[in-house]
């Protein structure tokens, strides 16, 4: 067999970019029929512009999924989701709209076009009727001066036999010497009488020969007039079926791109479809998590009504302190009145100590003996006037007034606010004591749910790494809390070393390992609350055969105690089902399910009930 390069030579060898064919890898006895499918096909960088030639079977593609083809039809292929970037969803998706407004307006300007024809065709279909009926008129008018004029020419036929005959009669009675004079004269007669119908005859077949070249001239001049209507209605036919010509391709691409969008709507509900798997799933997963998260409500309810609790306690403490700092304000303002009247009481108890030493020094008495003192005798025997006694008791108010007043109320004012402090010491004390206990009751909530969490966390951890182990085939991997002194408020790093790599976060993992551990964590999970159905959704998508056939084993592990419904693609995983679902169409527009039940003991399918 001769090289591809000796067989077929580049149909472009100045195109731009590079053949597609240079791009693939083959066997050697694919090469000449891949060369030869591909040989139209180049890779450009991008496409050129709308009006750059390229032949007509020739191909250009990017690498973005643009394709532009010979006849001037353009492609757009989008990648797949998790391939495909929002930026090039966008160019993709705004390139098919800027194609699909100019094939609309190319399809628009030749609906217009063929409009203005039809219209025209319109309008000259009344003159080309009318110069039709004219036609078939002249054609009737002629056909039936051939007529007449067919029937002149028999007649004229027949007169000329007649006179024929007549005159071979008249030659023969010339021959004859026995005719009689009287049959003489009556063939005369007759043969006048033939010769002035011949002339008639002959005049009007001259007059129906004019009439007729007459008409012919009519029919020519109409039919020429009809000729060039059919030539100006031909042609403006061609040109419509031109233009009807030039609009299939742009109605086929228009189909075509309709299409295309009807393909990526299906594909789009699809995607809605599975998304509302996805929200299926997450909705029994949170039905699945609602004891979980009951618990955890409770747990948090109790730990909220305790934190209530502590709140109010701590508003009742804070009341009860602005309560005690206002009595201590006010036990602060009794004490200082009480210094008051403490200073006041030793003024009074000072004046009347000089007092009564005064009068002790003066008068050489005390206050007992002055009380026990009789009526004192008066000077000359006699009582002093009022007016000498008035002004003794003047100087002795005096002396009163200048001791100043009083309080006799002061001890027991002293002892009343004595018993008040007594008082508010005794409720600083009980709520101090209150905000102590509810100090202890959220200390021990505290401690109950870090114990609980410990718990639960260090089974996980456990459970992830013998379930890491038995994914990847050794290894190690951890849960690792970001704050440990802080464990109810703490976040959780996932610690992954997959066999023959280094210790590292899940982040920075393949995206094939990525998967297997979060299948570790979710068993893992699993394995501390397990609940009587699981479902996984392609959970195996992104798994190579070997880590699938240790995903099977790890979930043919747990089908004693729970049932596993599974979405997947892949053999190995439909291989190692009980019981599969599928859905065909038998009909266009009919989807059926289709279920079959295997029996492991038989290694044989068996109908499904």
Same mark, same amino acid.
């Given at each position: 067999?001769?090289?591809?390069?000796?067989?077929?030579?580049?149909?472009?060898?100045?195109?731009?970019?590079?053949?597609?064919?240079?791009?693939?890898?083959?066997?050697?006895?694919?090469?000449?029929?891949?060369?030869?499918?591909?040989?139209?096909?180049?890779?450009?960088?991008?496409?050129?512009?709308?009006?750059?030639?390229?032949?007509?079977?020739?191909?250009?593609? %990017?690498?973005?999924? !643009?394709?532009?083809?010979?006849?001037?039809?353009?492609?757009?292929?989008?990648?797949?989701?998790?391939?495909?970037?929002?930026?090039? $969803?966008?160019?993709?998706? @705004?390139?098919?709209?800027?194609?699909?407004?100019?094939?609309?307006?190319?399809?628009?300007?030749?609906?217009?076009?063929?409009? $203005?024809?039809?219209?025209?065709?319109? !309008?000259? *279909?009344?003159?080309?009727?009318?110069?039709?009926?004219?036609?078939?008129?002249?054609?009737?008018?002629?056909?039936?001066?051939?007529? *007449?004029?067919?029937?002149?020419?028999?007649?004229?036929?027949?007169? #000329?036999?007649?006179? *024929?005959?007549?005159?071979?009669?008249?030659? =023969?009675?010339?021959?004859?010497?026995?005719?009689?004079?009287?049959?003489?004269?009556?063939?005369?007669? *007759?043969?006048?009488?033939?010769? %002035?119908?011949?002339? @008639?005859?002959?005049?009007?077949?001259?007059?129906?020969?004019?009439?007729?070249?007459?008409?012919?001239?009519?029919?020519?001049?109409?039919?020429?007039?009809?000729?060039?209507? &059919?030539?100006?209605?031909?042609?403006?036919?061609?040109?419509?079926?031109?233009?009807? @010509?030039?609009?299939?391709?742009?109605?086929?691409?228009?189909?075509?791109?309709?299409?295309?969008?009807?393909? #990526?709507?299906?594909?789009?509900?699809?995607?809605?479809?599975?998304?509302?798997?996805?929200?299926?799933?997450?909705?029994?997963?949170?039905?699945?998590?609602?004891?979980?998260?009951?618990?955890?409500?409770?747990?948090?309810?109790?730990?909220?009504?305790?934190?209530?609790?502590?709140?109010?306690?701590?508003?009742?403490?804070?009341?009860?302190?602005?309560?005690?700092?206002?009595?201590?304000?006010?036990?602060?303002?009794?004490?200082?009145?009480?210094?008051?009247?403490?200073?006041?009481?030793?003024?009074?108890?000072? #004046?009347?100590?000089?007092?009564?030493?005064?009068?002790?020094?003066?008068?050489?008495?005390?206050?007992?003996?002055?009380? /026990?003192?009789?009526?004192?005798?008066?000077?000359?025997?006699?009582?002093?006037?009022?007016?000498?006694?008035?002004?003794?008791?003047?100087?002795?108010?005096?002396?009163?007034?200048?001791?100043?007043?009083?309080?006799?109320?002061?001890?027991?004012?002293?002892?009343?606010?004595?018993?008040?402090?007594?008082?508010?010491?005794?409720?600083?004390?009980?709520?101090?004591?209150?905000?102590?206990?509810?100090?202890?009751?959220?200390?021990?909530?505290?401690?109950? %749910? +870090?114990?609980?969490? =410990?718990?639960?966390?260090?089974?996980?951890?456990?459970?992830?790494?013998?379930?890491?182990?038995?994914?990847?085939?050794?290894? +190690?991997?951890?849960?690792?809390?970001?704050?440990?002194?802080?464990?109810?408020?703490?976040?959780?790093?996932?610690?992954? &070393?997959?066999?023959?790599?280094?210790?590292? %976060?899940?982040?920075?993992?393949?995206?094939?390992? $990525?998967?297997?551990?979060?299948?570790?964590?979710?068993?893992?999970?699993?394995?501390?609350?397990?609940?009587?159905?699981?479902?996984?959704?392609?959970?195996?998508?992104?798994?190579?055969?070997?880590?699938?056939?240790?995903?099977?084993?790890?979930?043919?592990?747990?089908?004693?105690?729970?049932?596993?419904?599974?979405?997947?693609?892949?053999?190995?995983?439909?291989?190692?089902?009980?019981?599969?679902?599928?859905?065909?169409?038998?009909?266009?527009?009919?989807?059926?399910?289709?279920?079959?039940?295997?029996?492991?003991?038989?290694?044989?399918?068996?109908? /499904?009930?």
């Amino acid at each position: 067999m001769p090289s591809p390069a000796e067989a077929l030579p580049d149909p472009w060898p100045d195109g731009p970019g590079t053949l597609l064919a240079d791009h693939i890898q083959c066997a050697a006895e694919w090469r000449p029929l891949l060369d030869r499918r591909l040989r139209y096909v180049r890779v450009v960088d991008a496409l050129p512009p709308p009006g750059a030639a390229i032949p007509e079977h020739a191909v250009l593609v %990017t690498p973005s999924g !643009a394709v532009r083809r010979g006849n001037g039809l353009m492609e757009y292929w989008m990648a797949e989701a998790h391939e495909i970037t929002p930026l090039a $969803r966008r160019e993709c998706l @705004e390139g098919w709209t800027r194609e699909l407004a100019d094939l609309r307006r190319r399809h628009e300007e030749g609906e217009q076009l063929a409009a $203005r024809l039809r219209d025209e065709l319109a !309008a000259g *279909e009344p003159e080309l009727a009318d110069l039709r009926k004219q036609l078939e008129d002249s054609r009737h008018r002629l056909a039936q001066r051939e007529g *007449e004029h067919h029937i002149i020419a028999q007649e004229a036929d027949q007169a #000329r036999q007649r006179a *024929e005959t007549v005159t071979w009669e008249w030659q =023969s009675l010339q021959d004859q010497t026995s005719s009689g004079a009287e049959r003489k004269n009556a063939i005369h007669a *007759e043969l006048d009488r033939h010769r %002035t119908r011949q002339a @008639e005859i002959r005049g009007s077949i001259a007059a129906r020969n004019d009439e007729l070249r007459a008409l012919e001239n009519e029919r020519a001049e109409k039919s020429d007039i009809v000729t060039n209507a &059919r030539v100006v209605f031909a042609e403006r036919r061609q040109a419509a079926e031109h233009m009807a @010509e030039r609009q299939l391709p742009l109605q086929s691409r228009i189909q075509e791109i309709e299409q295309l969008v009807r393909t #990526r709507s299906e594909d789009l509900g699809s995607y809605r479809a599975r998304i509302g798997d996805l929200q299926r799933q997450v909705s029994e997963t949170r039905q699945r998590l609602e004891p979980l998260e009951q618990d955890v409500a409770r747990q948090a309810g109790h730990l909220e009504a305790a934190r209530r609790e502590r709140e109010e306690a701590m508003g009742a403490v804070g009341r009860w302190d602005s309560r005690l700092h206002e009595q201590r304000a006010a036990l602060d303002d009794l004490r200082t009145r009480k210094g008051q009247v403490d200073v006041e009481l030793a003024e009074q108890r000072v #004046r009347r100590q000089n007092l009564v030493e005064r009068v002790t020094a003066d008068y050489r008495v005390t206050p007992e003996q002055l009380a /026990a003192a009789p009526e004192p005798a008066w000077e000359n025997g006699q009582r002093p006037d009022r007016d000498t006694l008035e002004t003794q008791i003047a100087e002795l108010r005096a002396r009163l007034e200048s001791m100043g007043p009083v309080n006799l109320v002061a001890i027991e004012e002293y002892n009343q606010y004595e018993e008040r402090a007594a008082f508010l010491t005794r409720q600083q004390e009980d709520l101090i004591n209150a905000k102590q206990q509810l100090l202890d009751l959220i200390r021990r909530i505290n401690q109950t %749910t +870090t114990e609980m969490f =410990s718990q639960t966390f260090n089974q996980v951890n456990a459970n992830f790494q013998d379930m890491f182990q038995k994914l990847f085939g050794g290894g +190690t991997a951890k849960l690792v809390l970001v704050d440990e002194g802080d464990v109810l408020e703490s976040g959780i790093e996932i610690i992954a &070393r997959p066999p023959g790599k280094k210790l590292q %976060t899940v982040s920075l993992l393949s995206g094939g390992e $990525r998967t297997m551990t979060a299948v570790a964590l979710l068993f893992a999970l699993y394995m501390v609350k397990p609940s009587p159905f699981c479902l996984l959704d392609e959970l195996d998508a992104a798994l190579d055969e070997a880590n699938i056939g240790r995903f099977i084993k790890v979930v043919e592990g747990f089908v004693e105690k729970s049932q596993f419904i599974v979405i997947t693609h892949n053999r190995q995983t439909i291989g190692a089902a009980d019981i599969l679902y599928g859905v065909t169409m038998e009909h266009q527009g009919v989807s059926k399910i289709v279920s079959m039940k295997f029996s492991r003991h038989e290694q044989q399918p068996a109908p /499904a009930s």
